[in-house]
């Protein structure tokens, strides 16, 4: 149980033109869900807290207007990377959790991105 | 701010040798403590969740322990196989995932 899934697995796009990810939990209700960015060997960065209704919740130092983010549904929550560019390019991950008892958190398969 | 470390950034090992691999962080007032495993270019995958109640947990020949007064996790891996090569992540949850930077092991076969 507790299963998270992400789509696209990688996307090329041109510069300029925006992206989504879509993160879906397939066997639970997550009323947050969590993005990350990844650059290459270095850790999980948190980009910002998805909450289901409501804005979501962006750490410090990361661009709300860039990185639009929306949570419409208790199983989905897109990132949508808006006007890419290339220092843009990463890979970002989505993680939730069910919330109850011996599960922790759970993550998506992740999205390779490369703006051209 | 929690602040979590892994040591040794980087392990190289002979198959059939025992793993240890340790991650520290800064504030013990955690609600758990998840170790994950990272393949190249892949997600995370959940190894062991331990609660801020536990001391160990075990999963086959994964067994993970905390000493949450110390801040203190130990990830111990038996009789390692060239499968179990990849980079292995701790993560501490106050709240908040807050993840160490990673150890990456590799088995030689």
């Known amino acids: 149980g507790a299963v998270v899934s992400q789509h696209p697995s990688w996307v090329i796009c041109k510069s300029g033109t925006s992206v989504k990810i879509e993160c879906r939990s397939l066997d639970f209700q997550a009323t947050t869900m969590f993005w990350y960015r990844q650059f290459p060997k270095q850790s999980l960065m948190l980009m910002a807290t998805?909450?289901?209704?409501?804005?979501?919740?962006?750490e410090q130092g990361v661009e709300k207007d860039k990185f639009l983010i929306n949570h419409a549904s208790l199983t989905l929550s897109t990132l949508t990377v808006t006007s890419a560019h290339p220092e843009d390019s990463s890979f970002y991950i989505c993680?939730?959790?069910?919330?109850?008892?011996?599960?922790?958190?759970?993550f998506g398969s992740g999205t390779r991105l490369t703006v051209v | 701010k929690q602040e979590v470390t892994q040591i040794p950034a980087a392990l190289s090992v002979p198959e059939g040798e025992n793993l240890v691999l340790n991650c520290s962080f800064t504030d013990s007032a955690i609600y758990n403590l998840q170790w994950f495993r990272q393949d190249p270019g892949k997600g995370l995958t959940s190894l062991l969740l331990?609660?801020?109640?536990?001391r160990e947990q075990t999963s086959g020949r994964l067994n993970a322990s905390l000493d949450k007064s110390s801040g203190r996790s130990t990830l111990y891996i038996a009789a390692s196989q060239p499968g179990d090569s990849a980079t292995y992540l701790c993560a501490v949850n106050d709240y908040k995932l807050s993840f160490g930077a990673g150890t990456t092991v590799t088995v030689r076969a």
């Open positions: 331990i609660q801020s109640s536990q």
């Open positions: 993680s939730a959790s069910p919330f109850v008892a011996d599960y922790g958190y759970t």
């Open positions: 998805s909450n289901e209704g409501s804005k979501a919740t962006y």
